[in-house]
């Protein structure tokens, strides 16, 4: 079997008739399980993280920020989610209960967010470097003032501070920050390592995420090939997703991201339950 582990219902309501299409597009790709990692940026738990990380200055970055924050944000309770796809449950539909949570700094707070919940699995994705949310199209331009491989070593300094917390089972498309073509000049092998080996200590699985691949101009599966062959090297596990953000692109490229795990040497990938992982053959 197939399953797609990262993909939101964001865009929509809490109703049957929203997420069934999720559902029914997954299943014509062959996907037997989906599982729902809504951003924690939907939830009114979250709020006060955001506006503490966050630059809100009057800078470009800041004031489109600022913007972004009272878009779509913070509309309910983490327990209306949960009470949804328990619902979801009850009638038979084949989904997991996840989230996926920002790189937030005290990470103390998130756990205690999180503590009250049973999750089947927890998702970090690393979304901002020092309070700029760089992979926001809107402000894609700020990537021309940076030092492109400070970036990418900051991008691996908050995977490392993440997974020292201890909280979560995976890492959301790593290295997606390649996704509007900028590249380091420098060698990456000493980077990744870095970052494989956070995993690898925390006991942490990869994402390997389709949303780069038919969303983003870069148009590559992610984490990119030089992170996988590193990811194999330590035997990190991993999950498949396609991060659909509408119905018709659940389970979308899965097929292709299984592929593409195989030819690292994969041959397994986990799904989860209430945070216990179940091996699957690819």
């Known amino acids: 079997m197939l399953a797609d582990y990262h993909m939101h219902f964001e865009y929509g309501s809490y109703d049957e008739e929203w997420v069934k ?14 599982g729902i990692s809504e951003h924690s940026h939907g939830f009114k738990e979250f709020e006060e993280l955001y ?22 944000k913070f509309k309910c309770y983490i327990s209306d989610y949960e009470k949804f796809i328990n619902e979801l449950k009850g009638k038979g539909y084949p989904v997991k209960f996840g989230m996926e949570i920002c790189n937030f700094q005290n990470q103390n707070r998130v756990k205690k967010i999180l503590d009250k919940y049973n999750f089947d699995y927890l998702i970090t ?24 491989y400070n970036v990418y070593e900051k991008y691996v300094e908050e995977i490392e501070k993440v997974a020292k917390s201890g909280l979560y089972d995976i890492l959301g498309h790593p290295f997606n920050l390649r996704m509007y073509g900028y590249f380091p000049k420098e060698d990456m092998r000493e980077l990744i390592e870095r970052a494989v080996l956070a995993l ?29 062959k590193m990811a194999k090297r330590y035997d990190l596990p991993i999950i498949l997703s396609s991060d659909a953000h509408k119905p018709e692109d659940a389970g979308n490229y899965i097929k292709q991201a299984s592929e593409y795990a195989k030819s690292f040497g994969y041959s397994e990938y986990l799904r989860f339950e209430n945070r216990k992982r179940i091996i699957e053959k690819l």
Request: proline letters at 2%; hydrophobic letters at 35%; aromatic letters at 16%.
């Open 125 to 148: 994705s690393i979304h901002f470097i020092e309070g700029w949310a760089y992979d926001s199209s809107q402000i894609k331009k700020e990537w021309d003032n940076k030092d492109i």
């Open 51 to 72: 506006y503490e990380d966050l630059i809100l200055d009057d800078s470009f970055i800041g004031e489109f920020q600022k913007k972004w924050l009272k878009t779509n």
């Open 200 to 228: 690898k200590n925390s006991n942490m699985a990869v994402d390997v995420n389709t949303g780069t691949l038919y969303r983003y101009p870069i148009k590559e599966i992610s984490p990119y090939n030089e992170f996988m």
């Open 21 to 34: 299409g999720f559902f029914d597009a997954a299943k014509k790709r062959g996907v037997s399980e989906l």
